[in-house]
């Protein structure tokens, strides 16, 4: 079992209330500043059905925003990405878990030597994040950025730790079979075509870069 530190109770307008057969689960992040609050409020204030049934917050505790049985809309696929990757068009969603982990993604080193989240562009350095080097954020080298960018913050071990508890349960509650290839972290054709297993949104849609391959979420997908 696992245990739900908050459960968010979403009204039946902010989800699908359709339960459905899964194959997939795709891991996000939010690009958003410590605690989920307003990442539920901005869901909960869109009439589209954008949501993701569960988020870790960096304390690791799981918030939980409607039952894994339905769904709603996280992978925002194009019929471009299927036809740029030489396959058919294929709704995912219904068939798809969502897991975000609060995080600010990726961040911009400024020559003050903050850093800053690509994701916001209103000047202000990102909180409780301050210079190089720093225990909370995570550098690839300079040739090998992930989707263009160097820097991210990194996805602490409290949530690492349930993220591995959740997907377990996940697994087995669903069903849904895994095995790690590094192809996860680029556009990948297994998750376009719905085949079951465990992805990055990265996976589906090239202008995203959550999740991002830091090695201890690689080391957690390949355990699982």
């Not at 908050?6 to 009204?11: A, M, Q, T, V």
């Not at 991210?152 to 959740?166: G, P, V």
């Not at 995203?208 to 699982?224: F, R, T």
């Amino acid at each position: 079992m696992i245990r739900i530190y908050k459960n968010w109770n979403f009204l039946e307008t902010q989800y699908v209330r359709e339960k459905t057969m899964k194959k997939q689960i795709t891991i996000h992040h939010t690009a958003s500043g410590d605690g989920v609050g307003g990442d539920v409020a901005w869901w909960q204030s869109r009439s589209d059905r954008i949501a993701t049934s569960y988020i870790i917050d960096r304390q690791g505790r799981l918030h939980k925003c409607f039952g894994d049985d339905f769904w709603a809309y996280h992978l925002g696929c194009k019929q471009s990405h299927f036809a740029n990757a030489g396959l058919p068009y294929k709704k995912l969603d219904p068939h798809n878990i969502g897991i975000e982990l609060d995080s600010w993604g990726a961040l911009l080193m400024h020559t003050d030597g903050k850093f800053y989240p690509v994701a916001y562009s209103n000047g202000k350095p990102v909180p409780n994040l301050k210079c190089k080097p720093a225990a909370n954020i995570y550098e690839y080298c300079a040739n090998g950025k992930y989707r263009g960018f160097q820097y991210y913050e990194r996805y602490t071990t409290a949530q690492l730790d349930t993220l591995k508890h959740l997907l377990l349960y996940l697994m087995a509650k669903h069903g849904i079979k895994a095995y790690y290839s590094d192809d996860i972290w680029h556009i990948c054709k297994r998750a376009l075509a719905g085949q079951e297993g465990v992805f990055s949104h990265s996976s589906f849609n090239p202008g995203k870069s959550d999740a991002h391959p830091q090695i201890e979420l690689v080391n957690l997908l390949k355990a699982v």
